[in-house]
C-alpha cells in the first residue's frame, strides 16, 4: 500500500515518555499523532510463511566444508585489518551463484595470498580455498528523501556534523520507546542529527556499534528523542509515498527483488542476496555477520543506513537489514536479527 505523506498530513500531536532502557537518557516523544493517521499497528506479527523471500533457491548450496573455510579465511582477513589498519578493503562471502568463495580486495597480491592460502586448513578445505575466487575492487562506507517531517519515516536523508547518510526502520524497546535505526559509520554518539533539508531535528544518536569506536563487529546505531514510524518511503529520491513495515526477519540467499531505499537512489529493487554470512572490512573495520548482495541499481554514498528490504504485492515491507556498504558491484547489509539481538528491541510495524 502507497500513502502521499504529505497529502494526509494532520497536526502533529507532541506528548512524552520516560525513557527505559538502551542507555536511559531524556524524555522523547511519543510516537502518536502520526502524519498518515493510519492506526499504529504496534509489534504485531504476521504468519513468517507469508514473506515474498522466503522460498528462494540458491542455486549452490553452502556445505560445511565451505563454510569452514570461508570462516577461517574471513579470521584472517579480520586479523590482518586488526594488526595493518584498514588501508585496504575487503568483502568475503560464499557466493551461492557460482558455488564459489570471493575475496573482494583492494589489496596487493601477496597479501591476498596469504590470506587466501591453503596453510593450516584441513585437505578438503584447502581444495575449496584454492577456487577462490578473487575480484580486484574498493568497497567504500555508504555515506550520504531529503526533507522528512515528524514521524519520520526509514529511507529519508539525514544528517549531522557534515555527514549525509539515510535512516532505516523503526524498532522500540521494552518500555515503548521508538528509534530509528541507521548505519554506525553515520554519527557520533551524541550526535544531534537534523534532516537533510536541515529544517527538522531528526534526533539524538546512542548505542553505536562500529569496529573501530568501540570494536564490535557491527555498523549499527539508534536515533532516537523525536517521532518515528513504521514505513519506509518509496519511489524516487524526491518522492513522498511510502509503505508499510509488516515484519521483520531474516534474508533468504538466492532471492532475487530485495529492494533498498535512501536519499540518493531512492527506491531500487532486483537485488539479489548472495550470501547472509560474509564479512565487510573498509575505512571503519570488519563487520560481520553481514548480508551480501547484487544486481539491478545499487546503494550509492548517502544511501548508508537505509532499509533494505523484501517486498509483496500489495506493497507492504519485510525488512531484513539496512545498507552499510558497496563497491565493485556488490553491496553490503547489516542483518535485522543483528540489530534485534544487539539491542533487544522490537520493529514497529506500519
Known sequence: ??????????????????????????????????????????????????????????????????????????????????????????????????????????????????????????????????????????????????????????????????????SGYTVQNGAGTRFMVTAGHCFANGATVLTESGNNTYGTVSNRRLPTVTGHAQDMELIGGQGYWGRVFTGGVTSTTSGPVVAAGTAFVGYTDYCTSGRTTGENCGHTATSISGQVCTATGCKSPVIVYNGGTLPQGGDSGGAFYAKDTSGNIWIRGHHIAGGGGTSYATPWLETQAAYGVSIVLG
Open 1 to 166: 500500500m502507497l500513502v502521499t505523506k504529505r497529502g494526509l498530513l494532520g497536526a502533529v500531536v507532541a506528548a512524552t515518555v520516560v525513557f527505559a532502557g538502551l542507555g536511559a537518557g531524556a524524555a522523547q516523544a511519543a510516537p502518536d499523532g502520526d502524519k498518515d493517521k493510519g492506526g499504529d499497528r504496534g509489534t504485531a506479527r504476521v504468519d513468517a510463511s507469508l514473506a515474498p523471500d522466503r522460498l528462494a533457491k540458491p542455486k549452490a548450496a553452502e556445505s560445511a566444508t565451505t563454510a569452514a573455510t570461508l570462516a577461517a579465511i574471513q579470521k584472517r582477513i579480520a586479523g590482518y585489518v586488526a594488526k595493518n589498519g584498514t588501508k585496504y578493503t575487503f568483502g568475503s562471502y560464499f557466493d551461492a551463484g557460482t558455488g564459489r568463495i570471493v575475496v573482494e580486495t583492494d589489496a596487493p597480491d601477496a597479501v591476498v595470498s596469504s590470506l587466501t592460502s591453503t596453510s593450516g586448513l584441513t585437505a578438503a578445505q584447502a581444495q575449496v580455498a584454492v577456487s577462490t575466487q578473487v575480484r580486484p575492487t574498493t568497497i567504500d562506507d555508504a555515506w550520504h528523501r531529503r526533507d522528512d517531517i515528524p514521524n519520520y519515516y526509514g529511507g529519508g536523508g539525514i544528517q549531522s556534523g557534515g555527514g549525509l547518510c539515510s
